[in-house]
């Protein structure tokens, strides 16, 4: 089944919510980056903020995921915008990284970094940032003090183990980071993911019509555009842009 979430993955041209405009103001969030920039991509999917990042830095950028598939796209997408000699494309599990300590000016992970776990994914990446250098990543935080049970319950059954801003933020300082500043993606992005989600989930729902485990995957993901559709404002990707101290 697993497959099966990949395969429809595939067919968005984002694996999560975001847009070119918050993955811009992120970049443009860090105060001072060096002539020839080395950022390192964690989870980059099918790449669509690779190739944003891309065209606004003068460096290279190695975007990593697990999945060859999306990489594949990725590939194919940096050559139709000439952008192939800039990103650096490699089969890693962000678990079990390969590169040399102080390798990367950047390193960067929209919507992938719940997957480690923030603090851990922030312990884990130090020792390959250079000194001083930043971590941006956009991390799904609860945005109520309450969740409604049914959505909790709903992302904690899909391993999302979430905080608020507060708890991201300490987070962040305690595991030797300055925050520069955080935001919000913004909400629209979040139904304009869930919209184009649906459409593709119709497509698979007719393509999978006989089998029964891939319609209660199917059935999986339409209840959680369900619910962010009943409970709007409950959840959200804040992007946190942060300097390694010390
Ligand atoms: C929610 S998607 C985000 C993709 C992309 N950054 C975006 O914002 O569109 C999470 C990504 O993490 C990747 N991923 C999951 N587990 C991984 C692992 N252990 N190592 C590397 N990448 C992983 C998935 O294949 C997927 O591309």
Sequence with gaps: ???LFYE???ELPRQGPGDHDSTIKALRAIPELPAAVRVLDVGCGTGN???DLAGEINGKIVAIDNYQPFLDRLEYNAAK???SDKIEIRLEDMFNLHFKEESFDIIWSEGAVYILGLEKALKQWKKFIKPQGYVVVSEFNWL???PPGEVYDYFMQESVHATDKEGSRNIISNAGYAL???FMIPK???YEFYNKLEEVLVLFRDIKADDRSALGVIGSFQYEIDLFRKYPGTYGYVFYIMQKRG
Excluded: P
Aim: hydrophobic share 40%; net charge negative.
């Design 188 to 190: 629209d992005d979040w």
């Design 180 to 182: 520069i500043t955080d």
């Design 49 to 51: 903020q690779t190739i």
């Design 8 to 10: 429809i993955f595939t």
């Design 81 to 83: 915008h000439g952008l």
């Design 144 to 146: 109520v003090e309450e």
């Design 1 to 3: 089944m697993e497959e």
